[in-house]
């Protein structure tokens, strides 16, 4: 890869405006959905049902993410090179205050909004099977507390956390315009 090409991917993700967001409009009976923004990765906080809980999922490069080798030359091998890809995963209590959810997650932002629970529960069934299918590879992160398990699909930086969020908030019945490179979602306006 040229220079200038490096520069321009790590330019982009450095500072590109994130994918908007619509959320399904009057979803069939509705439970709140999170996008938890870290920063430079996000993922997706789901309720499970009737058992108060809510399950956050979020996807990387294995090494940086999972084993926390995640220094500046780490970045280059992540983005262009990575091994494997890892699945994370944690369960917290259910709250549906964004603020005091962000702060439970260690996040800088959550956001939140509704979507029809069987759309919920057909994601958290795909990636809880996601998740036990590479069950034996689990290591757990102090850093993140989530934990971690290989994943089949690959991590690029044309696949990263975000553009994986954002599939996933396609799959809850949302529509997504924009800029999927960034953690920077927002809804649209």
């Not at 220079?3 to 399904?24: E, K, Y």
């Not at 069987?118 to 809880?128: F, H, I, M, S």
Request: with cysteine; charged share 25%.
């Amino acid at each position: 890869m040229t220079r200038v090409a490096l520069l321009f991917v790590l330019g982009t993700v450095a500072g590109c405006g994130g994918a908007r967001i619509t959320p399904p409009p009057s979803p069939i009976d509705p439970v709140p959905a999170f996008v938890v923004d870290y920063g430079r990765h996000s993922s997706v906080l789901l309720p499970s049902a009737g058992d108060g809980k809510l399950h956050e999922y979020a996807f990387g490069d294995f090494d940086w993410f999972a084993l926390n080798r995640n220094k500046w030359y780490d970045a280059l091998d992540a983005l262009f090179a990575s091994d494997s890809a890892a699945l994370g995963h944690r369960t917290l209590e259910l709250m549906e205050d964004p603020e005091q959810l962000a702060d439970a997650a260690v996040a800088r932002r959550v956001l939140t909004f509704d979507v029809p629970r069987e759309r919920v529960d057909r994601l958290l069934a795909r990636l809880d099977a996601r998740y036990r299918k590479r069950l034996a590879t689990q290591v757990f992160n102090r850093a993140s507390s989530l934990y971690f398990v290989r994943d089949d699909e690959r991590y690029t930086w044309a696949n990263n956390c975000n553009h994986v969020t954002a599939r996933w908030l396609e799959a809850l019945g949302c529509r997504l315009r924009g800029s999927r490179m960034t953690s920077k979602f927002k809804f649209e306006k």
